[in-house]
């Protein structure tokens, strides 16, 4: 199987994926970290993919999207980004409102909890 098949088969089966620097329990950069950190708090179940342990994976997701940074977004096979569009989203209110449109569950307080802050 050949990378995009990989990526295209992680994209498709995970309601949400996030292809980053690390893991979501250890991001390897701060950018990674932004991200991951949003879903963690606003408690999305997602899966991630440490870029860094496959050379592959990582030239081959930003061909897949044909966006050359990491980390990056797919929500229901769609991507939406990377650090700075995610961090945008969650403060604008557009993350959850994609969220639940895709009928997926997150903590609302959690995510008002953030635009609380940094409001």
Do not use: H
């Amino acid at each position: 199987m050949s990378a995009q098949d990989l990526i295209r088969d992680m994209v498709q089966k995970n309601d949400v994926v996030l292809f980053m620097k690390g893991t979501k329990m250890m991001p390897q950069c701060g950018f990674s970290s932004k991200v991951a950190g949003i879903l963690n708090y606003i408690g999305v179940e997602y899966a991630d993919v440490n870029v860094l342990a496959d050379a592959e994976i990582r030239q081959g997701i930003k061909d897949f999207s044909d966006w050359p940074t990491i980390p990056q977004l797919y929500v229901k096979g769609e991507f939406v980004g990377g650090c700075d569009i995610a961090i945008e989203m969650a403060l604008s209110g557009e993350l959850d409102q994609l969220l639940a449109e895709k009928g997926l569950a997150f903590d609302k307080s959690a995510a008002d909890k953030i635009r609380e802050a940094n409001g």
